[in-house]
């Protein structure tokens, strides 16, 4: 059974920081592969100032289009909305039945994760592989068997301050894959 990690996000735009952490999932875990899962909303987050999904979608395809280990996935634009982690994953699970799936978040989410719809039901039925971030405190869950705390590379990079660097005419070079970096610049998005 193939090990399919999936990192959810809105990749708005997807960064260098999501790349790393991507190859470092599907590289040196037992996972055998990591899927990119463009979300259409996050309940958790305001709408405002995300690009269409199927843009950002197209931006994941070309960041990632030489790397077979990793998979962008439209999977939430067929879910009803908004989109919860859970349905997903229980989708997923009757759509490929020959993938185990597990859940990648940052130490932030995890923070967070008993604000999500079922949780319990969530790390009970899937493995959540975990990765630091900065100033995050423990919390009480990383103790659950299915929890695993991984040492991945320590990222702080923000699509938020992307965006914010793009819309003053700021520099965003070697934050952004370099085929991104151009296309976000001759399409003038977030500009």
């Known amino acids: 059974m193939k090990k399919t990690g999936l990192f ?7 960064h260098i920081g999501h790349l790393i952490l991507a190859e470092y999932f599907a590289t040196q875990t037992e996972l055998d592969e990591v899927w990119l899962v463009v979300t259409p909303q996050n309940p958790l987050k ?9 843009l950002r979608l197209d931006l994941v395809n070309r960041a990632i289009a030489d790397n077979t280990r990793l998979k962008a996935s439209d999977i939430e634009f067929q879910l009803p909305k908004p989109s919860y982690t859970i349905h997903t994953l229980i989708h997923l699970e009757g759509k490929y039945p ?8 940052g130490e932030d989410n995890l923070v967070s994760l008993p604000r999500w719809k079922n949780y319990e039901e969530l790390m009970r039925r899937f493995e959540i592989w975990v990765y630091p971030r900065v100033g995050q405190t423990q919390t009480h869950l990383a103790g659950h068997p ?46």
């Open 98 to 105: 020959d993938r185990q799936f597990s859940l990648i978040m």
């Open 46 to 54: 305001k709408k405002d100032s995300l690009l269409d999904q199927y």
């Open 146 to 191: 299915n929890i695993h705390l991984v040492q991945a590379p320590v990222i702080e990079i923000s699509s938020t301050q992307i965006r914010e660097n793009l819309r003053i005419g700021k520099s965003v070079r070697y934050l952004l894959p370099e085929q991104i970096h151009q296309y976000v610049l001759k399409e003038q998005l977030y500009q």
């Open 8 to 14: 959810f996000g809105s990749f708005n735009p997807i």
